[in-house]
């Protein structure tokens, strides 16, 4: 309860009391001094009433009056049954509310309206309002009901939902409602959901190239076992329908299709079902952007090694270039024309440092695909070790710490004669010496070596051993010491005589020389040495070795030839040599490939097919690469990888007629190695322009990153997209840019369905930069969607305001809290109560009335009263009586001076003559007391 | 002339009641004398039995007959039917984005508004309701229909601009949504017109006014500053920044940066009118952590004239990994940028303080009480968090959340898993993986904290393997992982911030562009923090033990492309009509009461018959 007033300001009225004050002062009246302050202070009470009741005064009481505001939820996730038992709780709520309670109606569905204004009446009609009901904004409903409330009365909203919440954030308004002391109560509809059938997503690929067969992936949710038709439109047109059986949960339908033409294709997925309970569900939307198609560069060791492969690629539908080695061009520019790269028995002796560089760059950075298949020249053979082609690969050519199947006995026969002190700057044998030590370095436990060393006879510098202690073996390469002439035969005939009785699976004899010798019989040695699987290799130092003999011994010897001027080379011919011969550990036996993991590569292939291959290069798999084929021995034989951007996949057999000969009548050749380049065949956007969409309510936000092949950010780039909408309507947007390499903007979201962008920069004078397509799908409204109900929410909107959530519709009108009422007037009162007194101030001065005319007059009351009492007792006797009191009465009353009571009592017949006997002497004395009184007062003013 | 109280004539009464006081003699005091002689007319006048006296008209009884007579007339409540303002209920809006913030107008374009809606609500008819809604991001309803006119003052008075858009549109449709009950509606529109057309609303068959504020759209703004760090070094920021000219007349002003509170460049810009100049920086110093730019210049909206950026500089973040020792894991969280792995083995995992990281990762264990900071759950045993109901066998991906930012560029659809734990998930997390019918991703807040689990061995599966998983992994560490409140995009002044403290904090101190700092006492919980109202960077200091633990930084900007074209434009509707200019309402014959004039003028002769009563002798 609280006062105020409408006009404050006539407050200020109230400076008219002193002046009555000082027209009393200076009176010249003659009243006398007790009335003339009684007629003042009734005369300021009146001036005072009527200035209050000019300044308007008003009282806001407690409100007796409640305003409740129900919000119904007539979104479409409330079903019809759900409705009814809505409006008959509606129903039975408003008709249990009080005489001065009102009740207004609020449907929402994507919006709010007032179904209903504030009123008392207790019909309630069945909704009538037309509201979308394709999303559910419960904070719309909570905000209309706070602004249609008056906040005059008691206020509380009812929301009667299933709480299903879509659009807008509820609990953020109900904060707005506990700040303005509205409660919500919230009734929760317990859902009745009828039998639904409802696609989660269409999924196909978002690129696929020019030629590509995909698959779309429909998934469906049921809510029971049931049948439905599918149908799949691609831009309008139906491409399929089908009949499917669908299992009560989720189910994923894949649908192939046959590749389409350049361009961006709308996809859209319906299905039909008749245990359903809402069509809006029942369709998805996709999209795919068709590309041209992709290039494949493979890269040959020879002419003529890459042949088979190339074929089976361009019969798969890819644009292939193959070039020799030694003439393509391996840097980034060139590269970046193609999507992928293909390595065919390429060593890594032919590439340069800088060229593989750029490869694995090129897969690291921007993204291209790499496809490294083995051969003799490949791999650990190839020298791929320490690379940044090994760096790239999913595979380590380093087979140490592996239980190797191809263990290796190697002798080294090393001329010690002395031209090999000569040389310039270190001593060839200094070289020689160090070339072996480099060469046990290469060598396992599992290996034997042996250092045979020869002038004009032969000395065991190193007994053949298992390298079990490289340190001791590498102190005694060490002591070499060169003096005497050049006999190659018994030296190499005694390293024969050793190797052949070692066991080992590789056997390997390494002759380095600078000198001429002496013949021997090279041609049965050889012989024997093929006999027993033993090779020969042969390193030609310095300008007057006997190049012929030694290119002939390493041909007979199966062996490689080596001849170099420059001593400083023979380290790495050894090295190489070793390589190869020992640790590239080529396998050659016929095997088949067992599977061991999945991957696109092998999908539709059926592995127990595959025809045998004859042999392959052994390497070890790296921790994080994917092996999906093996050979016997465990090696991997097929893997890939992601590495940086890139797919990397490598094949450690070779694709033509030497280990896979049986694999080119193989029907799924050109598919397998389709799968495998198509694999490593990155999307088709340009790596360098990175797009990122997300829908935010009406819009979509669009951030388009820009940067350049060498890592530095595009700056001040004009950008805009192109917008096709799933109605197919065109329209452009700019995206300015907002930080360093970064553009975006928003795009308005009319309606579901994908959308299509075409994403294009320039450069400010005009050039075309880049640009890439994207696209992205609204769904249908999550009303549609997320068929729970959540009455989670209801009760967090509940406790938010102080709420709850309400079980029993009479409980909504009971009155909980105070507040404050309609303002009432008060002025009315104070007028009339300041006419009444202002007739008091003029009686009070005119007549003079003082306290014996009020005792007077509640004598007569008292005799009214026992008056009555004693006329019901002695009615007849009192008759008499009262006719004779009446004329005395009347004569003492006159006598006064006075009418008023007496006249009245009269007739009233207020009086036995007890009564009036009693009432004169108390007056009489009374007036005597007075009159003395008077005299006292008058004395000291007579002074 | 009518009575809207007619009953109250009944009060007339009183008159001849006062006239009977004047028919009644005036009684006389009793004084004892020693002769009435001089007194015989007296005398017979009291001799007399009669108690009346002949009406004697005096100036006092006229008097007092006209002050009852108007007091009785006031209460009846007299009106003239006079053409006045019809009783409407008007709906006032008053635009509140930021570019009412403009000082084209004296004192601003908001001050101006509201004095207008002030003396609108003085202007409407006697009877009308109002209704006072505030246009701001959302609409708000500052007061509802009352006809009481000081409260709707009072929500005049109280109501604030804000410093972003406002949304013209929705504040109008709730505006018309109000309903006719309390009388024909009228709405009042108050805005400088610097915001896009009404696309979706066409007024039809509305009675809507427009007040237009604003005259001038003279701005200078810095509308863009972001940094990023340079890709080729991401110690080394680059930062963006564009200044347009919003006005009709060339401009040149000064363009100020600031790196770290020192002056770092100042240069000079001509901009046409409606041009914008983008400029580049790629040379601030190593470790710098914020950039704030000015323009010089007084141009009528100063807001703008600021903007600031943090350099994303994140804290390195300690990441727990309980593990038997997990390659795959262990890779993939080295690889992380800004974060540091600390590994232990279950076994010796009471015997460390788990609470001080900020992410634990658990790798097929769980203890029966989470740690204070965020956990990522891998291949957990039965727990208190969920329950595990049996296990599923080659469980089909079916669908992931693909817009969820733990699952964005992630793609799933090569990875297989061999088995996993069929868990019911708890309330508290959302479903990011599904199978068949058990969750294999979930992600959600408990007791305060992130938590993700993956209920299968990632070495159960080829995921490690795909090119998915750091893409994943990175992700949900991210998700995970406090701080980095700067990374927050776009944070307007009034925007909250949720600043999610470190496990071990104990306060959170806020240090703002100006005024005090504010400390708030932590528990673990994330911290909604919105008095960001002033435009500037804002410090975030955790403590711990009186110890700063974590200093961190982030920029409040009031720069906004929209907001900064102030200028006053035409509100075009959805059909393509612009809104009218407000006119004035038409006059219709409205029930005039006077008792206000006649009760003064009561008072008056009240004044007037003490007066003459107490002159007269």
């Known amino acids: ?943 | 002339m009518s009575l809207l109280t007619p009953a109250m004539l009944g009060l007339g009464i009183l008159i001849p009641i006062l006239i009977l006081l004047y028919l009644l003699k005036v009684r006389r005091l009793e004084y004892p004398v020693s002769s009435t002689l001089l007194w015989q007319d007296l005398l017979r006048d009291l001799a007399a039995h009669e108690p009346w006296q002949r009406l004697h008209w005096s100036v006092l009884l006229v008097t007092q007959i006209l002050i009852v007579g108007l007091v009785v007339l006031a209460l009846a409540r007299p009106f003239f039917v006079v053409q006045a303002q019809e009783a409407v209920h008007a709906v006032l809006v008053l635009d509140a984005s930021a570019s009412m913030q403009a000082t084209d107008v004296e004192p601003s374009r908001f001050e101006v508004a509201r004095r207008a809606a002030r003396q609108t609500l003085r202007d409407l008819g006697e009877g009308s309701v109002a209704t006072i809604v505030l246009a701001k991001s959302q609409p708000e309803v500052l007061a509802p229909a009352t006809d009481d006119r000081q409260s709707l003052e009072r929500a005049i008075d109280a109501a604030e601009v804000s410093f972003g858009p406002a949304d013209i549109q929705q504040a109008l449709v709730l505006a018309t949504t109000l309903g006719p009950e309390r009388g024909r509606l009228r709405v009042y529109l108050f805005t400088d017109g610097a915001f896009g057309e009404l696309k979706g609303f066409d007024a039809e068959g509305i009675d809507i006014r427009l007040v237009s504020v604003g005259v001038d759209g003279e701005n200078q703004a810095i509308t863009g500053l972001a940094a990023r760090p340079d890709p080729q070094n991401a110690r080394r920021f680059q930062l963006f920044t564009r200044v347009r000219n919003y006005g009709d007349q060339p401009a040149r002003t000064t363009f100020s940066l600031q790196v770290d509170g020192q002056l770092s460049e100042s240069r000079q810009i001509d901009l046409p009118p409606g041009e914008a100049q983008e400029f580049m920086f790629s040379d601030l110093p190593l470790g710098a952590k914020a950039v704030e730019a000015h323009l010089a210049g007084s141009d009528h909206f100063p807001l703008d004239n600021a903007a600031y950026a943090v350099l994303d500089v994140r804290r390195s973040s300690e990441i727990l990994l309980v593990s038997q020792g997990n390659l795959f894991l262990e890779k993939v969280l080295g690889l992380l940028p800004n974060s540091e792995v600390f590994r232990v083995a279950p076994r010796r995992y009471f015997s460390i303080d788990a609470d001080r990281y900020d992410v634990v990762v658990f790798d097929g264990f769980l203890p029966d009480s989470m740690p204070r900071g965020s956990a990522l759950v891998i291949n957990p045993p039965e727990s208190s968090l969920f329950t595990i109901d049996g296990e599923l066998r080659r469980p089909r991906i079916r669908h992931w959340e693909r817009d969820d930012p733990v699952l964005q560029f992630v793609d799933l659809r090569d990875v297989a898993i061999a088995r996993a734990q069929r868990i019911t998930p708890p309330g508290w997390a959302r479903t990011l993986i599904e199978s068949d019918d058990a969750p294999l991703l979930l992600a959600g807040e408990h007791d305060g904290q992130r938590t993700v689990i993956m209920p299968f061995d990632i070495r159960q599966s080829n995921l490690p393997l795909s090119a998915a998983f750091p893409i994943m992994m990175a992700n949900i560490l991210g998700y995970l992982e406090p701080g980095g409140q700067a990374a927050q995009r776009d944070l307007h002044p009034g925007d909250a911030i949720t600043i999610a403290p470190l496990p071990q904090a104990e306060d959170l101190v806020i240090r703002r562009p100006s005024g005090p700092p504010k400390t708030i006492h932590v528990e673990g919980q994330p911290i909604t923090f919105a008095d960001t109202g002033e435009p500037g960077l804002y410090g975030v200091s955790q403590r711990a033990a009186g110890q700063t633990i974590l200093e961190e930084l982030f920029a409040v900007n009031a720069s906004d492309e929209q907001e900064s074209d102030i200028r006053p434009r035409t509100v075009l509707l959805g059909n393509g009509r612009p809104l009218q200019a407000g006119t004035q309402a038409d006059l219709v014959p409205v029930n005039r009461e006077i008792w206000l004039w006649l009760a003064p003028l009561a008072l008056g002769l009240l004044l007037f018959e003490w007066f003459w009563f107490h002159r007269r002798s």
């Open chain 1, 1 to 943: 309860m609280s006062l105020d007033f409408t006009h404050p300001l006539a407050l200020l009225l109230l400076g008219l009391l002193p002046a009555f004050w000082l027209i009393d002062r200076a009176s010249r009246t003659h009243l006398p001094r007790r009335r003339r302050r009684l007629v003042l202070w009734v005369r300021l009470a009146v001036v005072l009433l009527v200035v209050l009741a000019l300044a308007g005064p008003r009282v806001i009481g407690q409100a007796d009056q409640q305003a409740v505001a129900f919000l119904v939820d007539v979104s479409d996730s409330v079903t019809p049954s759900m409705r009814e038992r809505e409006l008959a709780w509606l129903r039975e709520a408003i008709n249990g509310m009080g005489e001065r309670d009102r009740a207004a109606i609020i449907a929402f569905g994507d919006q709010a309206v007032v179904e209903r204004p504030l009123s008392s009446a207790r019909q309630v009609a069945p909704i009538a309002s037309i509201v979308g009901g394709g999303q559910t904004d419960i904070s719309a409903a909570i905000r209309l009901a706070l602004a249609t409330l008056p906040s005059t009365v008691a206020r509380k909203i009812v929301l009667i939902s299933d709480g299903n919440e879509n659009v807008g954030r509820a609990i953020d308004q109900a904060r707005v409602a506990r700040a303005t002391k509205v409660p919500i109560l919230a009734v929760p509809l317990s859902q009745q959901l009828g039998p639904e059938v409802l696609v989660r997503q269409l999924e196909t690929p978002a690129f696929v190239r020019d030629g590509e067969t995909f698959s779309a992936v429909l998934t469906i949710e049921a809510s029971q076992d049931t049948v439905a038709q599918v149908h799949l439109l691609a831009d309008g047109k139906l491409l399929s329908s089908q009949s499917v059986e669908l299992s009560q949960g989720i189910n994923s339908i894949v649908l192939p299709q046959d590749p389409l033409g350049q361009g961006f294709h709308l996809f859209r997925a319906q299905i039909e079902s008749a245990t359903d309970s809402f069509v809006q569900n029942n369709e998805g939307g996709s999209y795919t952007v068709v590309t041209g198609r992709p290039r494949v560069l493979v890269v040959e060791s020879d002419a003529g090694e890459a042949r088979y492969l190339a074929d089976a690629l361009r019969s798969a539908g890819l644009e292939v270039d193959i070039k020799e080695v030694n003439e393509a061009i391996l840097d980034l520019p060139t590269l970046r024309g193609y999507e992928s790269l293909v390595l065919a028995n390429v060593p890594a002796a032919q590439l340069s440092v800088t060229q593989m560089r750029a490869i694995n760059s090129y897969v690291q950075n921007l993204g291209g695909g790499l496809v490294v298949i083995g051969g003799e020249k490949s791999y650990g053979v190839g020298r791929y070790n320490r690379t940044p082609l090994e760096e790239a690969l999913p595979v380590r050519m380093d087979l140490r710490g592996r239980t190797l199947t191809a263990s290796v006995a190697l002798i080294l026969v090393i001329d010690a004669s002395g031209s090999m002190a000569g040389g310039p700057g270190s001593s060839k044998m200094d070289l020689a010496k160090e070339a072996a030590i480099r060469a046990t370095e290469l060598l396992s436990e599992q290996d034997q070596v042996g250092v045979l060393s020869f002038d004009d006879t032969s000395r065991w510098v190193v007994e053949t051993q298992f390298l079990t202690d490289p340190g001791n073996v590498q102190t005694q390469i060490g002591s070499i010491s060169p003096g005497g002439g050049t006999a190659i035969y018994p030296a190499v005939e005694t390293a024969f005589n050793d190797i052949v009785a070692r066991d080992a699976k590789v056997k390997h004899i390494l002759l380095l020389t600078d000198g001429l010798s002496t013949g021997g019989d090279y041609e049965t040695l050889t012989q024997r040495m093929l006999q027993n699987s033993v090779t020969l290799s042969t390193i030609a130092i310095g300008s007057d070795a006997d190049f012929a003999l030694l290119r002939r011994l390493a041909d007979l010897g199966h062996g490689r030839y080596f001849e170099g001027n420059d001593p400083f080379e023979v380290p790495q011919m050894v090295i190489k040599d070793t390589q190869e011969v020992a640790r590239a550990a080529i396998v050659e036996e016929p095997f088949r490939p067992t599977q061991v993991g999945a991957s696109p590569i092998l999908e539709g292939i059926d592995v127990s097919l595959m025809p045998p291959l004859l042999g392959y290069v052994s390497t070890t798999p790296k921790p994080t690469s994917q092996i999906l084929l093996v050979s016997k021995q465990v090696d991997p034989i097929l893997s890939e990888w992601q590495y940086g951007l890139g797919h990397v996949v490598a094949w450690t057999s070779d694709a033509k007629n030497r280990w896979a000969q049986d694999w080119l009548t193989w029907p799924d050749f050109s598919r397998f190695w389709a799968q495998v380049v198509k694999r490593t065949i990155p999307n088709p956007i340009d790596r360098n322009l990175q797009v990122q969409i997300t829908p935010e309510g009406s819009t979509a936000r669009v951030t388009v990153d820009a940067i350049s092949d060498d890592k530095t950010y595009q700056n001040f780039l004009s950008t805009s997209a192109t917008v096709v909408d799933p109605s197919n309507t065109q329209s452009q947007i700019p995206l300015p840019q907002v930080a360093p390499g970064r553009y975006e903007g928003r795009l308005p979201i009319t309606t579901e369905g994908a959308y299509f962008l075409n994403i294009v920069q320039t450069s400010p004078d005009g050039t075309l930069q880049a640009g890439r397509p994207a696209g992205f799908v609204i769904p249908y409204s999550a009303e549609y969607r997320d068929l729970r109900a959540n009455p989670e929410l209801l009760g967090q909107i509940a406790r938010e305001t102080g709420g709850k959530i309400l079980a029993e519709p009479r409980d909504i009108f009971i009155r909980e809290q105070t507040v404050s009422g309609q303002p009432r007037e008060l002025w009315p009162p104070l007028l009339v109560l300041a006419a009444l007194l202002f007739l008091f101030d003029v009686a009070a001065r005119r007549l003079r009335l003082g306290w014996m005319d009020a005792e007077r007059a509640w004598a007569h009351v008292l005799d009214n009263w026992l008056g009555r009492a004693r006329r019901a007792a002695a009615p007849a006797a009192a008759k008499l009586l009262a006719a004779k009191s009446r004329i005395s009465i009347e004569a003492a009353g006159f006598a006064d001076g006075r009418r008023g009571e007496a006249a009245r009592a009269s007739p009233s017949a207020a009086g036995s003559a007890q009564a009036v006997g009693e009432a004169q002497p108390r007056s009489s004395s009374v007036l005597g007391a007075r009159l003395l009184d008077a005299k006292k007062r008058a004395a000291p003013r007579s002074r």
